[in-house]
């Protein structure tokens, strides 16, 4: 399958306050296998919450895209843990 064909960010929400995400996985990202088929996002309310929980959550793990910003109004990074959990941070500028 072309990238460009695929599902870049698809969100359902499940509640007042939580969305379920989901994304097709991109060729240079470690393809999917048992434990990699899954990503925890978090939605902070701020840049700052984002850099905290990032930092911390990433500690002993590898970061696959540091935070920073991105050309759909977010701050975003994503980081797999020092357990294999692959995980997202994001904040919506739009929130603001």
Same mark, same amino acid.
């Given at each position: ?8 960010? =698809?969100? #359902?929400?499940?509640?007042?306050? +939580?969305?379920?995400?989901?994304? @097709?996985? #991109?060729?240079?990202?470690? %393809? =999917? ?9 978090? @939605?902070?309310? +701020?840049?700052?919450?984002? @850099? ?5 959550? !990433? ?8 935070? %920073?910003?991105? &050309?759909?109004? !977010?701050?975003?990074?994503? &980081?797999?843990?020092? &357990? ?6 994001? &904040? @919506?500028?739009?929130?603001?």
């Amino acid at each position: 399958m072309d990238e460009k064909e695929g599902i870049m960010h =698809v969100a #359902l929400p499940i509640g007042p306050n +939580s969305i379920l995400m989901g994304t @097709d996985v #991109l060729k240079n990202m470690e %393809q =999917v296998k048992l434990g990699t088929n899954m990503s925890i996002s978090i @939605d902070t309310d +701020s840049e700052a919450e984002a @850099d905290k929980l990032f930092n911390g959550l !990433a500690e002993g793990g590898s970061v696959q895209m540091p935070l %920073q910003k991105m &050309f759909w109004g !977010a701050y975003f990074g994503m &980081f797999t843990d020092k &357990f294999g959990i692959q995980w997202m941070v994001n &904040f @919506d500028e739009n929130k603001k």
